[in-house]
């Protein structure tokens, strides 16, 4: 089993729907990003969260919003999907350095959105 | 300016050859440096971290020149494996996020 899975792998919706994508870790690392990736552009840091309690804007948060609801988990939320949020977006976990190194990201596989 | 500046390349290379990427970043409060390596349609995984001055992993060579605030990237003896886009991302110490440059594709051919 992957160490960082996303959810959903692939989907499509329309202009205006509210979209979540979820991931959800494994390794026990307390700090989670989102970025988007975007052909010629590379990834883009939208939120960041270093602790439960804890969250960062990224380069690119408008439009966007997350929760996290538990050290594992880290969803971002699309309240209204527009076309130019089309974009595979990656889940990544990082060890705070207690244990591992920092700033090392482990990325889950991507989800792939696509607003129509 | 960009936080974290590439080249997208493509650079082409043949089988064999030497070639070398530069990333340069903004923050001069940057501590540690990583490259990683992405293959298409795929996650990006760790290449190489550098803390000091530079760092070498058999045919990976990378050196940080803090003064100009650049790390450069390079690869010998190229294979056919290594075609894939390079990301350059600095550990902004001061607040702890990663930004990364928008990578280098490299294409190696036969």
């Known amino acids: 089993d992957a160490d960082v899975t996303q959810t959903p792998r692939n989907r499509i919706t329309k202009t205006g729907k509210r979209i979540m994508l979820e991931c959800s870790q494994t390794?026990?690392?307390?700090?989670m990003y989102w970025y988007r990736q975007d052909p010629g552009l590379g990834l883009r840091l939208i939120y960041y969260s270093f602790d439960v309690k804890d969250i960062n804007k990224g380069e690119i948060s408008d439009g966007y919003s997350v929760s996290r609801q538990a050290q594992a988990k880290f969803s971002l939320s699309l309240e209204s999907a527009i076309p130019n949020q089309t974009a595979l977006y990656f889940c990544?976990?990082?060890?705070?350095?207690?244990?591992?190194?920092?700033?090392?990201?482990?990325f889950g596989e991507g989800s792939r959105l696509t607003v129509l | 300016r960009k936080e974290v500046e590439q080249d997208p390349g493509p650079f082409n290379v043949p089988e064999g050859a030497t070639v070398a990427f530069n990333c340069t970043y903004s923050?001069?409060?940057?501590?540690?440096f990583f490259w990683y390596r992405q293959d298409c349609r795929k996650e990006p995984k760790l290449l190489m971290s550098?803390?000091?001055s530079g760092n070498e992993d058999g045919r990976f060579t990378a050196q940080l020149n803090r003064a100009s605030q650049y790390i450069s990237l390079l690869i010998r003896d190229s294979k056919l494996s290594d075609s894939a886009t390079y990301l350059c991302?600095?550990?902004?110490?001061?607040?702890?996020?990663?930004?990364f440059g928008q990578g280098t594709t490299l294409q190696v051919k036969p």
């Open positions: 390794k026990g690392h307390d700090r």
């Open positions: 991302v600095p550990l902004s110490g001061n607040t702890g996020k990663l930004i």
């Open positions: 550098v803390y000091s």
């Open positions: 990544a976990t990082s060890d705070s350095g207690t244990g591992g190194v920092v700033g090392e990201l482990f």
């Open positions: 923050n001069s409060a940057s501590q540690s």
